[in-house]
């Protein structure tokens, strides 16, 4: 996380006659506190106010904060007026999960539908909920279960390595291999990355361990998994992956969790719309988390063009 911290004390640069300024804003969600009107964020620069960062957020309507949740991508309007400052217009960003063919997106929602009819299956976890267990093969043919990580923090995604698209599953892989390199200091000891094949007929443990090589994983700390058809089915089932076979490729959805020291999902983003710098701080707050935590805890930042504190 940025030098700028959650909890520090911020300054408000006045000047005689400011005016209010308004700023189109684009965050990830990290906190959210009703009781105070406000929500944490980790934001891609604020053109003409403040590099990327993360900050508090307060809103005048607690309303405004309907619909978000740790890991919801938000666009809102930055409002800073004399010695306050709010969100306000906060509107959760929509991910289509065919970005440049939204007939498609409809298509696998409906292909879902009936498929989930048809065997049943289960609803994704909710956020909050103890994520089972489940045991899967590593790329180092090592058998890892999810209940050996309890007390670390777990980051989780999906990929496939045939994917064509660099910004689809390459993408959400390399926001690991960023997760990493920045959060180097805790992987192993207190968090651990988890990426599962869904096609795990063709990547094996041998396909994995190549695909791996392009981030020099710690296969310690990053395992990229495979295991039964079955068994893969039923950890993408609790994060509600969807994907379908089309001509030797795959129709897929994108899906990345983030799961606390006591087993519980604390958030599962769906597509590919925010940074790895975001994930990054999203996780280390997830790593900071303790019982008492309270966004307000030292009051409100604020960092016109020349304070802003850089990644």
């Known amino acids: 996380m940025k030098a700028l911290r959650l909890a520090s004390v ?3 640069i006045t000047a005689p006659g400011w005016a209010a ?3 189109p804003a684009s965050c990830m969600v990290l906190k959210i506190d009703r009781s105070h009107h406000a929500f944490v964020a980790s934001c891609q620069e604020i053109s003409g106010f403040m590099q990327a960062m993360s ?3 307060d809103v005048h309507e607690v309303k405004e904060l309907d619909g978000l949740a740790t890991g919801t991508v938000v666009e809102f309007t930055l409002v800073v007026d004399g010695n306050t400052s709010y969100a306000e217009h906060v509107k959760v960003h929509s991910y289509i999960s065919a970005e440049q063919d939204p007939w498609l997106a ?6 879902r539908d009936l498929t ?3 065997r049943s299956a289960p609803k994704p976890l909710e956020v909050g909920s103890a994520v089972p267990n489940f045991t899967l093969t590593d790329q180092t043919h090592q058998q890892i279960s999810f209940s050996q990580f309890t007390g670390k923090v777990v980051a989780l995604n999906f990929i496939y390595t045939s994917c064509a ?3 689809f599953c390459f993408r959400i892989a390399n926001n690991f291999g960023v997760l990493q390199r920045r959060l180097k200091q805790h992987l192993g000891s207190d968090m651990v ?3 599962v094949t869904f096609d795990p007929q063709r990547d094996t443990s041998e396909v994995l361990a190549h695909y791996a090589e392009t981030w020099k994983p710690d296969p310690k700390a990053w395992h990229f998994l495979t295991g039964s ?4 089915r039923r950890v993408t089932n609790m994060f509600g992956m969807d994907f379908f076979p089309d001509e030797g490729l795959m129709n897929h959805s994108l899906h990345t969790a983030v799961i606390n020291r006591q087993g519980k999902l604390v958030a599962n983003i769906e597509g590919n719309q925010f940074t790895a710098d975001q994930l990054v701080d999203l996780v280390q707050a997830v790593l900071e988390e303790g019982p008492k935590a309270n966004i307000h805890a030292a009051g409100r930042v604020i960092a016109p063009k020349q304070n802003s504190t850089t990644r």
């Open 55 to 57: 900050m508090p957020f």
């Open 165 to 167: 698209l660099p910004n």
């Open 21 to 23: 300024q308004q700023y």
């Open 193 to 195: 990355l988890l990426t």
């Open 229 to 232: 058809v079955p068994d893969v």
């Open 106 to 111: 409809r298509q696998l929602k409906l292909l």
């Open 116 to 118: 989930d009819k048809e």
């Open 10 to 12: 911020m300054v408000l």
